[in-house]
């Protein structure tokens, strides 16, 4: 009894050694980023990769935030000009006028969903037992639905499809892209980016001119005239400004990539773990989980450090604007030197 004692004490110890030992980011010198904050009165209390739903039902959108209530129970998903997407833990799409305020449709997708994207009357989802699909508003029909490889584990910063002209990309949980013409669903295409066995799902969907850009936790690719290109690395977050691929990766380091995915430019914040990140007119932006927001030049030779305070609710950037814990920060208001 008494070594069974000393083990799980021993077993204790390192344990709790270990989370001790955790190292953060602790820069020598920060500056106050006060003069671009100011309150926008409301908690974020959930995210999706186009926005995120207020403690008031109310939601963030790439515009800001926006009036319209969601819902009890619902959570923001996406919007476009004229509707706003939301889902509730139920597996029920709402679609809502923007105009009116009003529920525009109510579809029972039966399954909860991940993602979706809407253009010209036409959504594309993704559900969270990997099943992918296309509805119709006008006919209130699904042109499609169909089911991928199971997943056990997921990402939380699961990408939303895109619409490249009559093509929908839906950005898998199971690490792949399915490509199918709204016109002819019978023949999609299938594109793998990784095969890890957990967290797999696609993070990251854009384009960068006529190249498409994906990311998984674990690899990047590109897709283009140059064919498919690709570029590991533990990913937390991609941002694309001009020609240029920023990654930010788990290890703290921020790597700036060409058309090529070669290494151009790298800087590293050692212990640093970024919980948002951009790039926008020529300057890098890392927020650091414990406050740190680091802006950078676009060769990421010059830096500066703000110090905005820990991150305790979900993060989300917008534009210019950075939302995080009740405040908004301009962006484009702070420099690297």
Do not use: W
Request: proline fraction near 2%; aromatic fraction near 10%.
């Amino acid at each position: 009894m008494k070594q069974l004692s000393f083990i799980a004490f021993t077993t204790l110890a390192l344990l709790f050694s270990g989370c001790s030992s955790k190292k953060y980011f602790e820069p020598e010198t920060t500056f106050s980023a006060s003069s671009a904050s100011k309150s926008f009165g409301g908690e974020l209390v959930d995210l999706s990769r186009d926005g995120g739903t207020l403690d008031n039902g109310h939601y963030l959108g790439k515009s800001g935030i926006n009036a319209i209530d969601l819902g009890e129970g619902y959570r923001f998903l996406n919007e476009n000009n004229r509707y706003v997407l939301a889902a509730n833990a139920e597996g029920i799409l709402k679609i809502i006028n923007k105009k009116t305020g009003e529920t525009q449709r109510a579809v029972s997708l039966h399954i909860p969903v991940v993602a979706a994207s809407i253009k010209n009357g036409i959504i594309a989802y993704i559900l969270n037992n990997n099943t992918f699909g296309i509805y119709e508003m006008g006919a209130n029909r699904k042109v499609v639905e169909s089911r991928s490889e199971r997943t056990f584990a997921i990402d939380t910063r699961a990408a939303s499809p895109m619409f490249i002209e009559n093509l929908v990309v839906m950005p898998m949980l199971d690490g792949k892209l399915i490509i199918v013409n709204i016109n002819d669903t019978e023949n999609a295409k299938v594109v793998y980016i990784s095969s890890e066995p957990a967290f797999n799902n696609v993070i990251y969907l854009s384009r960068m001119g006529n190249t498409m850009v994906a990311a998984t936790p674990k690899r990047l690719i590109t897709l283009g005239s140059a064919g498919k290109l690709e570029y590991r690395a533990n990913i937390s977050e991609v941002a694309i400004d001009g020609r240029k691929i920023y990654l930010f990766t788990k290890e703290g380091k921020i790597l700036a990539l060409n058309s090529q995915l070669e290494v151009v430019a790298t800087s590293k914040f050692k212990f640093a773990h970024y919980a948002v990140a951009t790039a926008f007119n020529g300057k890098v932006y890392a927020l650091d989980q414990q406050g740190s927001l680091i802006v950078l030049n676009s060769m990421l030779t010059k830096s500066k450090v703000y110090d905005v305070g820990a991150v305790d609710e979900p993060a989300f950037i917008s534009g210019t604007k950075l939302y995080k814990d009740g405040k908004v920060i301009e962006l484009s208001k702070l420099g690297y030197e």
